[in-house]
């Protein structure tokens, strides 16, 4: 769930302005400062979308209210709702949709469906999403009991670490005599590896874990995989790097942004696009997550995709620029095409003459 909600809100969350097929970024939208600099006078950006991004993650479903403009309907601020107090009803005779919380001291509040943005998951009915947890509350319960195990397998349980056998009887000053001569001669780590002589047939016997106590630990590191599996997430996100080598981990990297990332990024940014923009300005403005920075490969491999790009003309050395984060430079929308290239129409075109 860090891992995820982590990712998801550090992404860039520009917005959009439609230019016929293009597009430009703009900064002085209202919700272009909602989304990136302050949702509401308490939080900041990161710690408001991480925050709603686990609420999915854990309970199924985000809540964000609105705070409009009285006057001109525009949001203002974004505050978040408690998914365990949060959900969605339908009311009045024509049953359309509200979602009701409760406040903090206990009463009722309905709110109208277009001043809420509701991000759910995978649901069974297209508006509340499942609760991952409840849903894998099995595998989630054998890896708690194998924590608890382990728990009290340390703190409570009792393990012998050797045994001495003597052949007949020793009485109870005997028997303190030797355990206070071996504990003197041999316990602790410098006596460690001593030579131990022992008389009259006593033998010493060490005892090791058993091997069916200790297999809880292979038992702790599937569950880990198999919940990083329920969320989709690569085993080397979360520490488990056995099957992780140089050869794989960039594809790994990118299979967790393709697989795990992009479609809780869809979720954000349609439920943003469907409640901040109104139907007028859906025509030109959009909301979308600026992920190319977490699919960039080292810097040799991001140069030699960026000298294809601008050697057959799809890339001028502006877009380069602001792929790398740097200021455009005066000339640098011009795109360049190699000379020996030209359309097939016009070496028919010559041929026939």
């Not at 319960?141 to 349980?157: D, I, M, P, T």
């Not at 809880?216 to 590191?221: A, D, I, Y």
Request: proline share 6%; glycine share 8%; hydrophobic share 35%.
């Amino acid at each position: 769930v860090r891992v995820i909600a982590a990712t998801v809100a550090s992404l860039p969350f520009p917005v959009y302005h439609r230019l016929g097929r293009g597009r430009e970024r703009v900064h002085d939208h209202q919700v272009y400062r909602l989304l990136n600099q302050q949702p509401n006078p308490e939080v900041t950006p990161m710690v408001f979308r991480e925050a709603v991004t686990a609420h999915v993650l854990t309970w199924g479903n985000g809540y964000i209210y609105i705070l409009r403009n009285r006057y001109t309907g525009a949001p203002e601020s974004l505050w978040l709702l408690l998914p365990d107090r949060t959900n969605p009803v339908r009311i009045g005779t024509d049953r359309r949709l509200a979602y009701r919380t409760q406040r903090p001291d206990g009463s009722e509040l309905y709110l109208p469906a277009q001043d809420v943005i509701h991000i759910a998951g995978l649901g069974y009915d297209g508006l509340v999403g499942y609760s991952p947890i409840r849903m894998a509350m099995e595998a989630i319960g054998a890896g708690l009991a194998a924590e608890e195990f382990a728990n009290r397998f340390y703190s409570q349980g009792t393990h012998i670490g050797g045994i001495v056998e003597i052949p007949g009887q020793l009485s109870e000053p005997a028997q303190d005599r030797l355990r206070e001569s071996i504990k003197e001669t041999h316990q602790g780590l410098g006596k460690s590896h001593l030579l131990m002589i022992l008389e009259e047939g006593v033998k010493y016997h060490k005892i090791g874990v058993p091997p069916n106590e200790a297999q809880f630990l292979e038992t702790r590191k599937f569950q880990a995989e198999e919940i990083a599996r329920l969320y989709r997430v690569p085993p080397h996100k979360i520490g488990l790097l056995e099957r992780s080598t140089f050869s794989n981990i960039e594809q790994q990297a990118i299979e967790f942004v393709t697989d795990t990332i992009l479609p809780w990024c869809r979720r954000w940014e349609q439920a943003v696009n469907m409640r901040l923009f109104d139907e007028q300005e859906r025509r030109d403005y959009y909301a979308e997550h600026l992920i190319e920075g977490i699919l960039r490969g080292d810097m040799k491999t991001r140069y030699d995709s960026y000298a294809i790009g601008r050697q057959w003309g799809w890339l001028s050395a502006n877009d380069v620029r602001e792929k790398e984060n740097l200021n455009p430079i005066e000339g640098g929308n011009i795109y360049m095409v190699p000379l020996n290239m030209v359309p097939a129409s016009q070496v028919n075109a010559a041929e026939d003459q």
